[in-house]
């Protein structure tokens, strides 16, 4: 078994995934955006390359970049709400290069990187490169010309457009080993507690608490760091949902955007579900704008108007509606997305639909519960008040199996 699974390669996990999409830094904010309404149906971000230009000598011939951004909605999201000049213009915002999503990250606290390696990577050395400080993903051409198994991570130095590369999350590394998780006893077996799994330093607000204030500094790092928001009851922590990338991944960023600049944790999360099934309450709408109006921000509130499709937004939406005329559309830039289950996505799900275990809980039956919600981190509540006590993130999940293949590894249970 063991040495069966320390023999995959990378590629060994690519069969049959989607192509990703490679955007250049100077790609306008605007031009990015419409590229994430398109991706219903796939991973619901693109990457833009992080790496200056490099040219050979005499030849105008770009050089292979190995290291790219993640961009999606909650990004593009904590961009336009995270600058008070971003929110006084927003259609300024929209028009600068999506770049600046990852510098404003970055100067904000950090963001997360994708790595490209070789198709050929051995398993474990990209479980190391995901555990390194920062990464997201990695990206995996699809057609590699290298054959050989590589002890080491190396960058692919093929000649194979990013176009033709899919990515691999932390998820689905963690799939991959659940799939022989019964090799991973005793460690599979102990409590997340025992395995000090349960993260105290978790993201979380109060249902009461300002949007914009409040949530949106803990949505960023919740983005890098492969979590989400929690939002506690006001009286006790109980955890009563979340504000999750996912879910936002879905939704339009504009008058979500809005709605983030104008109403409270509680609010933001209605507004969210009702965003996602059918147009969000008139009460909502007019307390959006009168918040955004009060504030002196019109120019948010003429883009969330600007943003609404005129013909469908009432019409209801099931999660799996689709059809090959929405993408066809003319209007389909801005019109709603199909709500689609994707193959990188948490899916769709409400605000409230939150996923949790207890202290004494299973690894393998939080890795379960996690796999099956398609989320990378799990709750933890109090068994018996449902207070949110911590989490337990994939990446550290990562990190205890991947302790457990080192050579003569110990059992971890404390």
Not at 87 to 95: K, M, V
Not at 204 to 213: C, E, I, M, P, S
Request: hydrophobic share 45%; net charge negative.
């Amino acid at each position: 078994m063991a040495a069966t699974l320390l023999s995959h390669v990378v590629s060994d996990l690519c069969i049959g995934r989607p192509r990703v999409l490679t955007l250049p830094p100077s790609t306008p904010v605007a031009a990015a955006l419409a590229a994430l309404r398109l991706r219903a149906g796939a991973d619901p971000f693109v990457f833009v390359d992080a790496e200056p230009p490099a040219y050979y000598r005499g030849a105008a011939k770009r050089a292979a970049a190995t290291v790219y951004e993640k961009v999606g909605v909650a990004d593009v999201l904590c961009y336009l709400c995270g600058d008070a000049g971003n929110l006084s213009d927003p259609a300024a915002a929209l028009s600068r290069p999506v770049s600046a999503i990852a510098a404003a990250a970055a100067a904000a606290g950090g963001h997360g990187v994708t790595h490209r390696v070789d198709p050929q990577t051995r398993l474990l050395d990209a479980i190391d490169v995901l555990l390194a400080d920062g990464c997201q993903g990695l990206l995996v051409p699809l057609h590699g010309r290298s054959r050989r198994r590589h002890h080491q991570v190396v960058p692919s130095s093929d000649a194979v457009g990013t176009a033709d590369c899919c990515v691999l999350t932390r998820e689905d590394i963690v799939r991959h080993l659940f799939g022989s998780i019964s090799h991973f006893s005793p460690v599979a077996a102990c409590t997340v507690a025992s395995l000090g799994l349960v993260r105290r330093d978790v993201h979380a607000v109060h249902a009461d608490d300002d949007g914009l204030g409040a949530i949106l500094p803990l949505l960023r790092r919740a983005v890098a760091d492969g979590t989400a928001v929690a939002v506690v009851a006001d009286d006790g922590n109980a955890l009563v949902g979340e504000v999750c990338p996912g879910v936002l991944a879905l939704c339009d960023v504009e008058p979500a955007a809005a709605a983030f600049a104008a109403l409270s944790a509680g609010d933001i999360m209605t507004y969210m579900d009702c965003s996602l099934s059918r147009s969000p309450p008139e009460f909502l709408v007019r307390a959006v704008r009168a918040q955004l109006a009060e504030k002196g921000l019109d120019a948010m509130a003429e883009l969330m108007d600007c943003s609404a499709a005129p013909d469908d937004a009432s019409l209801p939406l099931s999660p799996s509606s689709s059809t090959s005329s929405d993408e066809g559309s003319p209007s389909s830039g801005r019109a709603r997305r199909p709500r689609r289950m994707s193959s990188g996505s948490f899916g769709w799900r409400s605000t409230e639909d939150v996923v949790a275990c207890h202290s004494g809980s299973s690894l393998v039956a939080v890795m379960a519960q996690a796999l099956a919600h398609r989320v990378g981190y799990v709750w933890v509540v109090d068994e018996t008040s449902g207070v949110l006590v911590g989490v337990v993130r994939f990446l550290d999940v990562l990190a205890v199996l991947r302790e457990h293949l080192r050579p003569q590894s110990q059992p971890l249970c404390k």
